[in-house]
């Protein structure tokens, strides 16, 4: 059974392949082996072991960035070859892509050998990562709790967070060291925070889109789950195609804000002690935190009353899928299937008026974070329930959406203002995994990046 120090940040291992301490051929079947074993059931939807441990092997690889050490590809992405059904049965008999998108050729010229496909929220629309179809992998700490009996919490498999379940997971167990995922409302930063490691959403812009199964053309993005911050800083080189500045300049350098309009609203305990211990030594080590109220956070709501840009995107790339009937129809996850189809009840109108009230509240948001280098809050306020309590089921349906409705509340506010965030591990041995996540607005990623590796440190 792989236990939680079983691989170390890919950094390591890139490192430790460089000195001769590790293998080619060592590294990639330690991480097929993991992606074989009990943690990772129903993480992959496709597996390409045998190409991934050719690539790993070849003459040359070991000197790319990433050399040869495995990534995973959330089922979203088109990957030559292969076909993207996004997690969906809908689309698993449509022709393979022709080529790789933007994100997959760039991880592949880096070097990445492609351990498979990993499961996803059908369509990328919930925060929870249940799927019907090809089930669901059980967030790393309550697999490993169930089988090893190591722990005395989180006896229960639970929700491993959406939409990028199984990315989570292969990161988490170690069978990938990179887990490319996309984000349209936390659909890194969930998972990451429920799975116990690093989530970091890019400023959309960054990263192209294309080639991947859109959920809402406005605020989707494109990013990774990695082990470490280091990592995260690594992965965003190579999916943006750009180099992140490293400065050293001290945390009491920084000034944070901690935001409370809504954010720190209904937090289990858990996550509320996890939440305040982590302020409490990011203050004993320098850092300024300021309490604001950000009372613009409390008109999202009104501003997205007639509907999001989610359901209603959703729904024009849907509609010609929709209009085909019943049989057709059938096919979706339910719940997924009553998202999308809200998405028909806006009009044109409202749909422009949501556009110009979103721009209007950038900029009011970008105001009063002006002279503050990040936001601190929990990355979501509850621990991960067990999947017994949220699986399909008309009697549980009510649960789902509540527990839908907290993954993404906090999360999702950094995709209405086409920020930018990070997820980073706040909790102890002896708790479930919590997430920490540090925010702001767009094009501010590498000062959150460089924040992000002393505050990992500390906590």
Known sequence: MPSQNVR??????????????????????????????????????????????????????????????????????????????????????????????????RLRAAGASLLGRTNMTEF??????????????????????????????????????????????????G????????????????????????????????????????????LDSVCALTRSVRDAVLAHEILAQRSVPLTDAPLSSYRLAIAHSGFLDNLDHTVKTAFERSLQRLRDAGATLVDISLAEVRTLQRIQSTGGFSAAEAYAWHRPLLARGPTTRSTYDPRVLARIERGAQMRAFEYLDLM???????????????????????????????????????????????ANGLMLRNPSVVNMLDGCAISIPCHTADELPV?????????????????????????
């Not at 429920?194 to 959309?204: E, R």
């Not at 948001?365 to 929990?378: I, N, R, T």
Request: proline share 7%; aromatic share 6%; net charge negative.
């Open 8 to 105: 170390t940040d890919l950094t390591s291992a890139r490192q430790n392949l460089r000195s001769g301490q590790s293998s080619a051929s060592a590294e990639i079947g330690q991480s097929i082996a993991i992606a074989q074993s009990a943690v990772c059931d129903a993480a992959f939807v496709k597996s390409t072991f045998e190409a991934a441990r050719a690539r790993a092997t070849q003459p040359g690889v070991a000197d790319t960035p990433l050399a040869g050490l495995a990534v995973s590809i959330k089922d979203l992405f088109d990957v030559a070859g292969e076909v993207n059904a996004a997690g969906s049965t809908l689309l698993a008999s449509q022709p393979p892509a022709p080529a790789d998108c933007p994100a997959v050729a």
């Open 124 to 173: 990328a629309f919930s925060g929870i990562g249940i799927n019907p179809h090809w089930g669901t992998p059980a967030a790393w700490d309550g697999r490993y709790n169930q089988a090893a009996g190591a722990r005395t919490v989180g006896l229960l498999p639970r929700v491993p967070g959406g939409s990028s379940s199984g990315a989570a997971v292969s990161v988490a167990t």
């Open 356 to 402: 110009a009230a979103r721009t209007a509240w950038i900029a009011q948001m970008e105001e009063q974070l002006h002279g503050f280098d990040a936001v601190l809050s929990p990355t979501v306020p509850i621990v991960s329930p067990p999947i017994a309590n949220l699986a399909p089921g008309l009697e549980r349906d009510d649960a789902f959406f509540h």
């Open 435 to 459: 997430g920490l996540m540090l925010w702001h607005a767009g094009m501010h990623d590498d000062v959150l990046l460089n924040l992000a590796l002393q505050v990992e440190k500390i906590l």
């Open 175 to 218: 069978a990938a060291f990179i887990g490319l995922g996309s984000d349209t409302g936390g659909s890194i930063r969930i998972p990451a925070a429920l799975n116990g490691i690093v989530g970091f959403k890019s400023t959309a812009r960054l990263v192209p889109t294309a080639g991947a199964v859109p959920l809402s053309s406005t």
